[in-house]
C-alpha cells in the first residue's frame, strides 16, 4: 500500500448502488470536488447536495466508459463481479465496498482542518479501528492547524516571490512558534 492524496475535482466518479454507505462514499466524493454519478435500481438512503446525476436502474456492462474511479456499494456479490471485472478490463480504479482483496484503494477515516489533513487506514481491515484512531487523533491535536498551514503557505510563497528555494529553508523552528501560538498567528 502507498497512501495517497487523489485530487479529484472535477474528475467523473461512478457510484453503484444508493443505500446509507454508496450514498456517503459520494458525498465524500462531492466533497473533494469529483462530478459524481450514481446508478442505483432503487433508493435507499437521502442523495447527497451536489450529485452530478442519479440513475435508477440496474447496472450493465460498459456503464463504466468515461470514468476514472468507481465505488461498488450493491451489496449483491454477482453485481459487484462484473462491476469488478468491467473495472479490470478498463483499467479504472475501483472500490468493492466491504471487500478489501478486490478494491484497489480504500477510503481513510479523515480529520480536517483546513488544508490539513489526516487520514487513517487499515487498509480495508477494519474501519471502525480507523475511525477509534482518527478520533483520538483529532482530540490531540490543536484546533488551529488549518490557520497554521495558511500561514506557512503565505510565508513559502513569499519566499519563493523572492527567489529563494523553499527547501533550503529549515521550517521546524517556524512551525513549532506557530504551533505554540495557541491561535495567535498574527506573529
Known amino acids: 500500500m502507498v497512501p495517497l492524496a487523489f485530487k479529484l475535482t472535477h474528475r467523473p466518479v461512478l457510484v453503484i448502488g444508493a443505500g446509507r454507505i454508496g450514498v456517503g462514499k459520494a458525498r465524500i466524493l462531492i466533497e473533494a470536488g469529483a462530478k459524481v454519478t450514481m446508478i442505483a435500481d432503487r433508493l435507499c438512503a437521502e442523495l447527497p447536495d451536489g450529485l452530478e446525476s442519479i440513475e435508477l436502474r440496474r447496472y450493465c456492462a460498459g456503464?463504466?466508459?468515461?470514468?476514472?474511479?468507481?465505488?461498488?456499494?450493491?451489496g449483491d456479490p454477482r453485481v459487484n463481479d462484473l462491476v469488478v471485472d468491467e473495472a479490470r478490463h478498463r483499467g479504472i480504479w475501483i472500490n468493492v465496498v466491504d471487500d478489501?482483496?478486490?478494491s484497489d484503494f480504500f477510503f481513510t477515516a479523515v480529520h480536517r482542518?483546513?488544508?490539513?489533513?489526516?487520514?487513517?487506514?487499515?487498509?480495508?481491515?477494519?474501519?471502525?479501528?480507523?475511525?477509534?484512531?482518527?478520533?483520538r487523533i483529532r482530540e490531540s491535536l490543536p484546533r488551529n492547524l488549518g490557520d497554521i498551514a495558511q500561514r506557512l503557505k503565505t510565508e513559502r510563497r513569499r519566499a519563493q516571490a523572492s527567489g529563494a528555494s523553499?527547501?533550503?529553508?529549515?521550517?521546524?523552528?517556524?512551525?513549532?512558534?506557530?504551533?505554540?501560538?495557541?491561535?495567535?498567528?498574527n506573529c
Open 166 to 185: 523553499t527547501e533550503d529553508i529549515d521550517w521546524k523552528p517556524r512551525i513549532r512558534e506557530l504551533l505554540a501560538s495557541d491561535g495567535d498567528i
Open 63 to 74: 456503464d463504466l466508459r468515461g470514468y476514472s474511479l468507481v465505488i461498488s456499494a450493491t
Open 113 to 135: 482542518s483546513g488544508d490539513v489533513i489526516v487520514s487513517i487506514s487499515t487498509q480495508g481491515a477494519s474501519p471502525a479501528l480507523a475511525q477509534e484512531i482518527r478520533a
Open 100 to 102: 478489501p482483496l478486490r
